[in-house]
């Protein structure tokens, strides 16, 4: 797209539609956001073409109560498909039936609206099934309603991504569903499907793409791959190019070859980290918990849970270089559902991720998905709003600011500031600048701490942006995360979601007592990130306070989350310290660690109480995303929670019932290295290998530079099925090098690498985290 300026005329070019629509959107925004110190014209031309494929945004209905007002606003859709459309989308998806997991014999489905979507859109010729409590007029208005989405995304220029994630469920065995599906039986299941889907597709034929949950929890089991084959030959004669893109969980190779027989176009849509999002880089490790065990779980999850089971969470083994389907990365809601989001260095990042290893590009489940899910609606509460003033006209429009960073800068990595900065300028006045660093810092904070702590990879139970508490010593938090954990269940043992790069709390305390350093970044690497953080949103708010602008509503609205985020920062950095003298003290039972945990643990839990009083007047004390209560609440009804944990910790005094152990020679060595630790550093430097290679031929890699000892060299195919290996790299003539062996190259996959060592007694990762955490922190090797 360019805007290019002639004297007073300015022309708008686009090799496409799309990049027209870029363009008149454009001017149209600098006309919306000019200010006397930015004037119209602004800084041309501007040229910019996308770095991923597909940047798609999807929107959820998930609840009656809370969703129809914004499904049957037709206003509305106009302003969000104009929103995104001006900030480079170019697709946008709709996703229903995804209201519950587990379909089967399931007492406690209540809304069941558009969980199975056709029979609330149409009838279809030759079945009996329709909604008994639905009329027909309201069914055919919602046909209508999808049509004229549909027309409205094609007006400008975004694909327009139907998402149908449930195909089936317990019809006659769900006494609290608010609606009944009758018709549907064993025999007439897979050809109702089937030309259900041919006459949606006739019906809007604006709709360029259909997303399928393949597995268990999309109502249909594993391995019946005969109900796929029907399903899309629905699609196949449709007559036209429909993209079938199926969610990556116990998606194998057969189910992609179905696809691939159908002859529409095919892609595999897997998680970017979990149900959650992390930094911007793909995880090295996936959690020892998600390697397929022996035995599956059930003959139904006999891939989700059995032998495809390392695809729940990543890409898996999709990557192959001679792949022939899209891979689209999806950002769950897991991490956070409610605060602004909004930093452009972290959005830059995953657009370079996005088509990471001839990837495809990213779709986010935008802000508040899963709101009022499994019949917890709340008319009115998708505003988030209690305090009276402070809600805005649509509930997306709070996140006007995220959309706009996101859309942009996965577009465009090297996006011009002002392209964001006009809208801060216009809405925030003389505090735009404060606004930006505080929430561009604020926004890092809940993504590290997911990827770092991670008790439960499912967003059912993990929501960190309103912790659930996981206590230090054993005891609070075994209902939400038990069943997801190794245990034993305490914070210092939670996995994290890169295990190559980041130890537990627990790890590090063992290494510790033997003496040793950690290759990986530790827990108390992560608190002094988090600290850095708060410190920055601090100063911000600071700033902001003190400007002429400070009461606008926007910026308002911005500064309360950033103060929020910044308490979070504080809380989480504490509690990593607390965990790291926790894990010495089970370890020891030296009762000299009491305290030091203690301290950090108050510092921990004053900073909770700082969240609480900031958010109680604003926030409902009961945002719902689920039944359970780790789905539902705020920062101020969780606080007794985390008050509780601190008494049963200063109890500990008197060791519990336990017998103190006075500290041995092993404890004070572990207690004097962690007193004086150093921080590990990344240094991109020093390391020399090709960024390409032959596969059934070795692959060098060299390192210069000072070192302690020999470094070691990390690697694994792209590949997350696999486990990671390493060798020690020998004496070279210039340094050290290591050669990863021409049998190991001889794969289907890319290669990535990083290397380990000290240096000075300090621990070094090659090429390691930056300090804005967004890059990749391995080298890759293409294979030719």
């Not at 793409?209 to 594993?222: Q, W």
Request: with cysteine; charged share 25%.
């Amino acid at each position: 797209m360019a805007l290019v300026r002639h004297g007073d005329r300015i022309t708008a070019w686009g090799s496409d539609s799309r990049g027209l629509v870029y363009a008149i959107t454009e001017l149209a925004d600098r006309a919306r956001t000019t200010t006397d110190a930015d004037p119209f014209i602004g800084t041309f031309p501007l040229v910019e073409k996308p770095s991923s494929r597909i940047r798609s945004m999807s929107r959820l209905f998930c609840s009656e109560e809370e969703d129809k007002v914004w499904f049957y606003d037709k206003q509305q859709w106009r302003e969000y498909l104009s929103m995104l459309a001006s900030n480079r989308f170019n697709r946008f998806s709709l996703a229903l039936g995804f209201g519950y997991n587990y379909p089967y014999h399931n007492p406690w489905i209540t809304d069941v609206y558009f969980y199975f979507p056709y029979p609330y859109l149409m009838d279809v010729a030759g079945y009996k099934v329709d909604v008994k409590e639905l009329s027909a007029e309201e069914r055919d208005h919602n046909l209508e309603m999808l049509r004229f989405i549909g027309r409205e995304a094609a007006r400008r220029g975004l694909e327009f991504q139907l998402a149908l994630w449930t195909q089936r469920y317990d019809f006659d065995d769900v006494p609290r569903a608010n609606y009944t599906v009758r018709g549907v039986t064993e025999d007439n299941f897979a050809p109702y499907c089937r030309d259900a889907v041919a006459r949606l597709l006739n019906e809007v034929p604006e709709i360029t793409g259909l997303t399928f949950r393949v597995h268990v929890e999309g109502g249909v089991a594993e391995g019946e791959y005969g109900f796929w084959e029907e399903v899309f030959s629905g699609v196949a004669s449709a007559g036209r190019p429909i993209e079938i893109d199926m969610h990556g969980k116990g998606l194998d190779f057969t189910m992609i070859d179905i696809a691939r027989k159908s002859g529409m176009p095919v892609a595999a849509s897997p998680k970017y980290i979990a149900e959650h999002m992390g930094l911007p880089y793909h995880q090295s490790a996936i959690r020892n918990k998600e390697y397929p065990p022996e035995i599956a779980k059930s003959e139904r999850e006999q891939l989700s849970e059995g032998s495809r089971k390392f695809l729940r969470y990543s890409y898996g083994d999709l990557l192959k270089k001679d792949k022939d389907f899209k891979v689209i990365y999806r950002i769950w809601p897991g991490t956070q559902r409610v605060l602004l989001w909004g930093d452009p260095v972290f959005a830059a990042g995953y657009g370079r991720s996005a088509m990471y290893a001839g990837s495809d590009g990213v779709e986010w489940c935008e802000p508040q998905s899963f709101k009022g899910r499994m019949g917890t609606g709340v008319p009115g509460q998708r505003f988030s709003y209690q305090k009276q003033g402070w809600a805005t006209k649509q509930d997306w429009r709070k996140y006007d600011y995220l959309y706009r960073v996101w859309g942009r800068l996965i577009y465009n990595p090297e996006a011009p500031r002002q392209s964001w900065m006009r809208w801060l300028e216009k809405e925030c006045g003389d505090v735009a600048e404060a606004c930006e660093i505080g929430l561009s810092l604020g926004s890092r904070v809940l993504p590290l701490v997911t990827l770092v702590h991670g008790p439960s990879v499912s967003n059912n139970h993990y929501w960190p942006e309103i912790y659930t508490n996981l206590g230090l010593i054993e005891g609070s938090g075994k209902r939400a995360y038990g069943f997801d954990m190794e245990g034993p269940i305490r914070f210092g043992n939670a996995p994290t979601f890169d295990s190559e790069l980041f130890a537990t709390a627990r790890e590090y305390a063992e290494l510790l007592l033997e003496g040793k350093h950690s290759h990986r970044y530790t827990p108390l690497d992560v608190a002094d990130w988090l600290d850095e953080m708060a410190q920055g949103c601090e100063e911000a708010l600071v700033t902001a306070r003190n400007g002429r602008d400070y009461g606008r509503m926007e910026v308002q609205r911005i500064l309360v989350d950033v103060e929020i985020l910044a308490g979070l920062a504080r809380h989480f950095a504490e509690k990593f310290r607390a965990a790291c003298w926790a894990e010495l003290l089970i370890a020891s039972r030296a009762s000299e660690l009491i305290e030091p945990m203690l301290d950090h643990a108050r510092r921990s839990v004053d900073a909770w109480r700082r969240i609480a009083a900031v958010s109680r007047d604003l926030y409902p004390d009961d945002m719902t995303y689920g039944p359970q209560p780790w789905l539902r609440g705020s920062w101020h009804t969780r606080l007794p929670e985390i008050e509780a944990e601190l008494l049963d910790l200063e109890a500990l005094r008197n060791i519990g019932g336990t017998e103190s152990v006075p500290t041995d020679d092993r404890t004070r060595t572990a207690i004097e290295l962690l007193k004086c630790r150093r921080p590990t550093r990344a240094d991109g430097s020093g390391v020399t290998a090709p960024t390409s290679f032959v596969g059934g031929q070795p692959f060098r890699v060299s390192f210069t530079g000072e070192t302690d000892a020999a470094p070691v060299l990390h690697y694994r195919h792209v590949n997350q099925a696999e486990r990671w290996k390493s060798m020690e790299m020998t004496k070279a003539a210039h340094g050290y090098a290591a050669e990863i062996p021409a049998d190991y190259t001889q794969s289907d996959y890319h290669l990535q690498f990083f290397v380990s060592l000290t240096c000075k007694g300090e621990a070094i990762i090659t090429p390691g985290l930056e300090e804005d955490l967004a890059n990749e922190p391995y080298f890759t090797a293409l294979q030719n």
